[in-house]
């Protein structure tokens, strides 16, 4: 690699465990700027000097890496190649932060065994192994059982990820399902469990669940089409050719997408077609081999439905929908008569109040149960089925986390749930609805060591521009100053009505030790706030969650939290949307920005109707297509289409090459268009991994080198020990 004659003075950060690179600081990547008319939309001109890094059988490459154009190749790898040189004086900071993740982790561990029947089934790993086991044991007591080994499914290949593991109801089968491009490309194996044997069913391009007919002779599953979207749903029948499965429902534009799930009753088969503004249920009959499916909600734009079932609720059997009908924005639950689910047969079971979120709902034989969001804190509300005395499992910290477990059972008065803050690692609770009471079944063992009592959970409210408040949940060493000395890392996403939990994260335990102030900022764009904190963050109102990340920088800095110039900040897919804005907006607040798999070229993206999730993402970002408006929208903030010469803070984006969500060219092609603009000496860094996709390395400790990178950089960052770039002339 060529290098500059120019050498970086840097000052050793003993404490850090980074030294002072002495060496020449490498010449980044400079890629030829091949300007192209990529799109000529409501009488504007985009063009793009990079758009070659995008491969043009960009399909291929997703299922087979190796495929990938020599000259991209050969791009990407002298970026990983500076990226490692830049991050050299790093290497013993990365093994020392690699070591310590690794050691919060118990190698040996299990998940609480899930009761169904005369079995319990639960995941465990062995000593030293990166892939699950799926095993049973009888409930009653008795040998454990290993039904699928995810090390041995692995070995050998380059990439592998174990999908689902459904049992069929009778005990005698398992459907499993395995990814082995990183593209998310799942295909489905039949398990005969008396023998271990593989049966001759193989089922192709499906994203990895199914649901057992009641007689185990058939399975449903959801394939993607040709663009890999999840449209169909399909029936196959044991030792039956693929070739002759019964589609069921399909939508044959894919521009909603299609999921399947299973009743708690195990009675039915649930179908959910959803973009981002709607949300239509079907079901299908899992005692009848030939069902079809039969819509049990309308399709509607705005409509959001999701259903249970229940035998007999109120006399007969019924369906519990969770909805947002009649003007019930953050929800509420209904009940109809299965035999006319017309929406004048709706009946309010749980009314709609404002700034209540209803998450989610769960229905068992005696007990209505629901999962609630108030002001970012959730709690979980259940009632006996008939009666309208309600109870609460909250809890006292000021940000937390809870869980519902789905479960297998529908007889049962047990609820498993699972709670944790940022200093409590997750605990596993099952709550007696009878009695009121709670057994812990299980608290996540830290093996190197952990005690809560030295860490502060905080919560504060950062007040926006415009008059809202933007939660913020903090995490520091008891030990840690809050006087405006201390590093600083803000973590953001703000999309889909996600929100971002106040959860544990044992890896960020390795920059809360080393003095950071660890702060989760949860923006327009999640639903911490109700559902109305997700629309202000969508479609036009986008911005909102920008402005949103930097005021709650700026509170934290005003407040102590922070030291300014020690600041970082950590995005990851639609969370790296928000760190490409702020890069933009506001580079001077941060010492380094962090976007992994960042959705960075929205209006290239959404203008390209070929790309797996860009039909069914319309509703979430706009159609730039149609829409002059939300073409502007996007042009505005768009953080590719958006950078210009300035100052950078140090840059590090990350990238996967099989990636279907955010495609490698967005990084790569934002991380040379900064660098091409940046008037600083900071560095920009792009690291791809060449053979995994969005949610990068499959294996449980392969993943902790990633993280090492990450937090590497950051700690290098605001302790001033990254090479500069040689200056521009």
């Not at 005969?192 to 007919?213: F, I, K, M, Q, R």
Request: include cysteine; glycine fraction near 8%; proline fraction near 8%.
């Amino acid at each position: 690699m060529k290098t500059d004659p120019a050498t970086a003075e840097h000052v050793a950060v003993a404490a850090t465990g980074t030294t002072a690179p002495r060496s020449p600081v490498p010449v980044p990547p400079a890629p030829a700027c091949r300007p192209s008319v990529t799109a000529v939309r409501h009488g504007i001109t985009l063009t793009d000097e990079f758009a070659w890094l995008r491969d043009p059988d960009w399909q291929r490459v997703l299922h087979d890496p190796g495929a990938l154009d020599p000259a991209i190749r050969s791009h990407l790898d002298a970026e990983n190649a500076y990226a490692e040189a830049m991050l050299a004086h790093t290497a013993a900071l990365q093994k020392d932060l690699t070591a310590e993740m690794r050691g919060r982790i118990r190698e040996d561990d299990a998940t609480v065994p899930a009761e169904d029947g005369p079995f319990g089934y639960f995941s465990c790993w062995r000593e030293g192994g990166e892939h699950p086991l799926v095993c049973r044991a009888p409930r009653r007591g008795g040998a454990t059982e290993v039904l699928i080994d995810g090390n041995v499914l692995a070995a050998g290949k380059g990439y592998f990820r174990l999908g689902a593991a459904i049992h069929s109801p009778d005990h005698r089968m398992l459907a499993w399902s395995a990814d082995a491009s990183g593209a998310e490309l799942f295909t489905m194996r039949v398990r005969d469990l008396a023998s271990g044997a593989e049966l001759p069913d193989l089922v192709p391009d499906t994203v990895g669940d199914a649901v057992w007919t009641r007689d185990a002779t058939a399975f449903y599953y959801v394939r993607v089409d040709e663009y890999q979207r999840p449209s169909r749903v399909l029936r196959h029948r044991l030792n039956t050719p693929t070739s002759a499965d019964a589609e069921i429902f399909a939508v044959p534009d894919g521009s909603r997408r299609v999921s399947l799930s299973r009743c708690r009753s195990a009675r039915f088969a649930v179908v959910s077609v959803a973009d981002h503004s709607s949300e239509q249920a079907l079901i299908i009959d899992l005692e009848n081999p030939d069902a079809g499916a039969v819509a049990v909600t309308p399709h509607e734009e705005g409509l959001r439905c999701r259903v249970e079932h229940h035998p007999d609720f109120g006399g007969g059997a019924a369906l519990l929908i969770h909805t947002n009908s009649d003007g019930a924005e953050d929800f509420k639950i209904v009940s109809t008569r299965l035999a006319n689910t017309r929406r004048t047969e709706w009946r309010d079971v749980v009314p709609h109040r404002p700034g209540v979120l209803v998450r989610s709902v769960a229905v068992v034989r005696e007990w209505l149960i629901r999962h609630e969001v108030i002001d970012g804190l959730p709690r979980i509300v259940y009632r006996r089925i008939g009666s309208e005395d309600e109870r609460t499992v909250g809890f006292d910290e000021e940000a937390y986390w809870l869980d519902l477990d789905a479960g297998h059972e529908f007889a049962t008065d047990v609820l498993r749930f699972v709670y944790s803050s940022p200093t409590t690692p997750p605990e596993v609770w099952d709550y007696e609805l009878a009695r009121g009471t709670r057994t812990l079944r299980k608290r996540q063992e830290i093996p190197s060591g952990h005690d809560p009592a030295h860490y502060v959970t905080r919560r504060v409210m950062a007040p926006a521009a415009d008059g809202e408040t933007v939660p913020v949940s903090l995490m520091y060493r008891r030990t840690t100053p809050v006087d405006g000395t201390a590093p600083l890392l803000v973590r953001g996403y703000g999309a889909y009505g996600l929100p971002m939990r106040a959860s544990f994260d044992p890896d960020v335990l390795s920059l809360v030790d080393r003095g950071f102030v660890y702060a989760v900022a949860h923006v327009r764009g999640g639903t911490e706030k109700g559902w109305r904190w997700y629309r202000d963050g969508k479609l036009a109102n986008k911005p909102n969650t920008f402005s949103d990340f930097i005021a709650a920088t700026e509170c934290l800095l005003r407040t102590g939290f922070g030291a300014p110039g020690r600041v970082a900040a950590l995005g990851v897919s639609a969370g790296g949307l928000v760190i490409g804005a702020v890069a933009n907006l506001r580079p001077d607040l941060y010492a380094a920005l962090v976007a992994k798999v960042p959705f960075v070229d929205v209006l290239n993206t959404m203008l390209d109707d070929t790309l797996p999730l860009t039909p069914p993402e319309w509703p979430e970002w706009g159609n730039p297509i149609t829409d002059a408006a939300a073409f502007a929208t996007m042009r505005a903030y768009s953080p590719y289409d958006n950078v210009h010469a300035q100052d950078h803070p140090a840059i590090l984006a990350l990238a996967g090459l099989s990636d279907p969500r955010v495609t490698y060219w967005e990084p790569a092609k934002w991380v040379a268009r900064l660098r091409s603009r940046n008037t600083g000496r900071n560095p920009i860094l792009l690291h791809t991994n060449m053979g995994t996709g969005h949610g990068g390395a499959p294996g449980r400790f392969e993943r902790l080198r990633e993280q090492a990178l990450i937090y590497a950089f950051v700690i290098a960052a605001v302790e001033k020990s990254l090479p500069q770039t040689p200056a521009k002339h």
